[in-house]
C-alpha cells in the first residue's frame, strides 16, 4: 500500500492567495483528518471525516478554511485568503474503524505565506 | 482544558546509554493514550497503545508504560536510527473522538 498521499509536498505563496492541499488515504479507511503541526502548538486537529461526512470541525481556525471529501480516495484543504500566521506543516491522517487508533499520516505539506 | 505535557523537550544520549520520556495528562478522565515516532520531514509513525494504568507495550527496545497521571517510554540501549521525535497524544473522556498530542520529545542518539 502506497500510504497516505499528500500533495505538494511544499507549498509557498503570498499573503491573499488561495491555496488548495490534497489529501488521498488509504485505501478503505473511513476516516479521515486533518492536522496542522507548528513548533508553538504541536500537532492540532483542524477537522476530521467519516466515511466522507465532517464529523467535527471545531478545530478550523476560522471561515477562511475550508475542507472537503467529495469521495472516500480524496480531501482538500482549502485557505482563502491565506496569511502569514497559516504558515505550519499540514498533515493528512486516515484510520479504519476507530478516529482515535493507530492514525497513518502522510509527509505533510511545508506551507509558507509571505 | 485537557493538557498533554511532554518532557524534556529535547534529549541528547549516546549510544547505549538508557532513559525514559515522560508524557503526564490532566487527569479529567483517560480513554486511551498512544505514542508516536516522527523523522524529521515526515508525518508521526504510530508506535503504541495504553488504556489502563500498569499497561506495558514493548517493541525492540522501546517499552511503554502507563499510570493514572502519566505515561513513559523507556529507550534501552539506544542505537542512532532511535533519533526522533516522539509524540505522546491522549483520547480524553468527554472530548467526543479527537486526540490531544503533547508537542514531543526531540531524541537523538550519539556514537
Known amino acids: 500500500d502506497a500510504g497516505v498521499i499528500q500533495s505538494p509536498r511544499h507549498e509557498v505563496t503570498e499573503m491573499g492567495q488561495e491555496v488548495t492541499l490534497r489529501c488521498k488515504p488509504i485505501?478503505?479507511?473511513?476516516?479521515l483528518f486533518w492536522y496542522r503541526q507548528t513548533m508553538m502548538r504541536g500537532l492540532e486537529l483542524l477537522i476530521y471525516?467519516?466515511?466522507?461526512?465532517?464529523?467535527?470541525d471545531s478545530g478550523m481556525p476560522e471561515d477562511r478554511f475550508s475542507a472537503k471529501m467529495p469521495n472516500a480516495s480524496f480531501s482538500t484543504l482549502k485557505i482563502q485568503p491565506s496569511e502569514p500566521r497559516d504558515s505550519a506543516v499540514y498533515f493528512c491522517?486516515?484510520?479504519?474503524?476507530?478516529?482515535?487508533?493507530?492514525?497513518?499520516f502522510g509527509s505533510g505539506t511545508q506551507l509558507s505565506v509571505l | 482544558e485537557d493538557q498533554v505535557t511532554q518532557s524534556p523537550e529535547a534529549l541528547r544520549l549516546q549510544e547505549g546509554e538508557s532513559s525514559s520520556l515522560n508524557c503526564s495528562y490532566t487527569?479529567?478522565?483517560?480513554?486511551?493514550l498512544f505514542w508516536y515516532r516522527q523523522d524529521p520531514g515526515k508525518g508521526p509513525e504510530f508506535l503504541f497503545t495504553?488504556?489502563?494504568a500498569g499497561e506495558e507495550k514493548e517493541k525492540e527496545r522501546l517499552k511503554a508504560t502507563l499510570t493514572k497521571k502519566e505515561s513513559f517510554l523507556h529507550i534501552t540501549a539506544p542505537k542512532p536510527e532511535d533519533s526522533a521525535t516522539y509524540l505522546c497524544?491522549?483520547?480524553?473522556?468527554?472530548?467526543?473522538?479527537?486526540?490531544?498530542f503533547g508537542t514531543g520529545t526531540r531524541l537523538q542518539v550519539t556514537l
Open positions: 487527569v479529567s478522565g483517560l480513554r486511551g
Open positions: 491522517a486516515s484510520s479504519f474503524g476507530t478516529p482515535t487508533e493507530k492514525l497513518f
Open positions: 495504553l488504556y489502563s
Open positions: 497524544a491522549v483520547h480524553f473522556t468527554g472530548t467526543a473522538s479527537k486526540l490531544t
Open positions: 471525516f467519516n466515511n466522507n461526512v465532517p464529523i467535527d
Open positions: 485505501s478503505g479507511h473511513d476516516y
